[in-house]
């Protein structure tokens, strides 16, 4: 019975996600673009496609990296509207952007649960982050940061500058260059001229610490599996 029961809720929250993905209009950012900036906003995104920073402090450092299929606005799931992080479009991202009253209207009752899931799964990943941040050394870090990136776009190529890998893991540009030539040298990644290509993974990860295999593992439970990369593709060529 339990079982059917989930299956129900799973399928009327589809059904939710359907209605959400009809009224949405579809949003392009380049590379470097402020998706979403703190303060008050009634609209929300989902990402649709490319990586997006998000950011935090001053100097911002990234606290969570998203990939397709997640929600940016996290304060309309709250229902506050109030949003305390910047959002950075690292790759050409997509959205699909809809007023977050729809939200509310389409996603709430029943389906709190899966959305309060999702919030705590966010809420884990910015620990996780800061714990990092502080007790993980850069090179690790930022094997970490390349396994995850290229697992959320499904590729195995990131067009990222070490300025920009800088930025984002609160370090200088030279620390970035000398961990990506470590990298290099043990045949686990190429790197040149603002691209980076995962050579082998296994030795990725093993020179990463452990928060990649933990970041990917809470993403496959967390919103991916109830959005579901189907569902993005399907919107994505129904114009
Ligand atoms: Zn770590």
């Known amino acids: 019975m339990a079982a059917r029961g989930s299956a129900a809720a799973t399928a009327s929250f589809a059904g939710a996600l359907d209605a959400l993905f009809k009224a949405g209009r579809r949003r392009a950012f380049s590379r ?24 935090f402090g001053n100097p911002a450092i990234e606290v969570d990296l998203l990939g397709p299929g997640s929600l940016l606005n996290l304060g309309a799931l709250l229902k506050t509207n109030e949003n305390e992080h910047l959002a950075v479009a690292l790759t050409e991202c997509e959205t699909l952007a809809f007023p977050a009253r729809l939200l509310e209207q389409t996603l709430s009752g029943p389906r709190d649960a899966t959305l309060l899931r999702y919030v705590q799964e966010r809420m ?53 260059t000398l961990a990506l030539q470590m990298l290099e040298g043990e045949q686990a990644i190429w790197s ?6 995962v050579r082998d993974r296994a030795r990725l990860f093993s020179r990463s610490c452990r928060c990649a295999e933990s970041r990917i593992d809470r993403r496959r439970l967390g919103w991916r599996r109830v959005l579901g990369q189907e569902r993005i593709a399907s919107g994505e060529s129904s114009e």
């Open 32 to 55: 470097g673009e402020k998706l979403i900036k703190p303060g008050s906003s009634t609209e929300c995104q989902i990402l649709l496609s490319g990586l997006a920073s998000i950011r």
């Open 192 to 197: 040149k001229r603002g691209r980076i290509i």
């Open 124 to 176: 884990v990943q910015s620990m996780r982050a800061a714990s990092c941040h502080l007790n993980h050394a850069t090179d690790r870090r930022l094997a970490s940061w390349l396994a995850v990136a290229t697992e959320l776009t499904g590729g195995d190529e990131i067009r990222i500058t070490h300025a920009a890998l800088a930025a984002l893991l609160g370090v200088r540009r030279p620390t970035v």
